[in-house]
């Protein structure tokens, strides 16, 4: 099941990652409300029957939209029409429920418990960081990863792979 929304997170969390790279700040809350709509997101996908995820899912658009603005408005600011553009047209196609991006091969569907011949690792952060940051290092160490929210994530994988991933992940908590 291909969400729009879930297309325009991916949209937005291009946007976001091409503007840091440019060298433009990103108001903060912008990442960690990113972390907590993708949540919201995979929670809706999970059992799109049940109203409380349903509300979620409203309001996660709703959030959606009001970051979509923000990040139109700074690049509109810095950059030209055509880089505006180009971004609208994603948005728009990604709004239209085109897969416009596709996630990471290892970002994980919800699992309830350790897979067998796995081992897991949940790792409680005390302020968010980037998910990318922690998606590269565990894709590098070949395991599986589930974000319950901007600032838990759960690994799974070989032991050695585990400890491995874990050991470089610990570099973030030096920076917090």
Do not use: C
């Amino acid at each position: 099941m291909n969400l729009p929304s879930e297309q325009t997170w991916l949209v937005l969390q291009h946007l976001i990652s091409d503007l840091t790279r440019k060298g433009y700040e990103i108001p903060s809350g912008i990442n960690p409300e990113m972390g907590l709509i993708r949540s919201s997101v995979s929670s809706y996908k999970r059992d799109p029957t049940h109203p409380d995820l349903i509300n979620g899912l409203a309001k996660a658009e709703m959030s959606l939209n009001n970051i979509q603005a923000t990040l139109i408005t700074l690049a509109e600011e810095h950059e030209d029409e055509e880089y505006v553009d180009h971004w609208l047209d994603l948005l728009k196609q990604a709004m239209q429920g085109k897969e416009v991006f596709q996630f990471a091969k290892s970002r994980s569907k919800f699992l309830a418990n350790t897979p067998p011949g796995l081992t897991t690792g949940r790792i409680n952060l005390k302020v968010p960081l980037a998910e990318e940051r922690v998606q590269e290092i565990a894709e590098w160490n070949g395991l599986i990863i589930e974000f319950e929210d901007d600032v838990t994530v759960e690994l799974h994988g070989d032991k050695e792979d585990l400890k491995a991933g874990v050991q470089e992940m610990g570099s973030f908590f030096l920076e917090q």
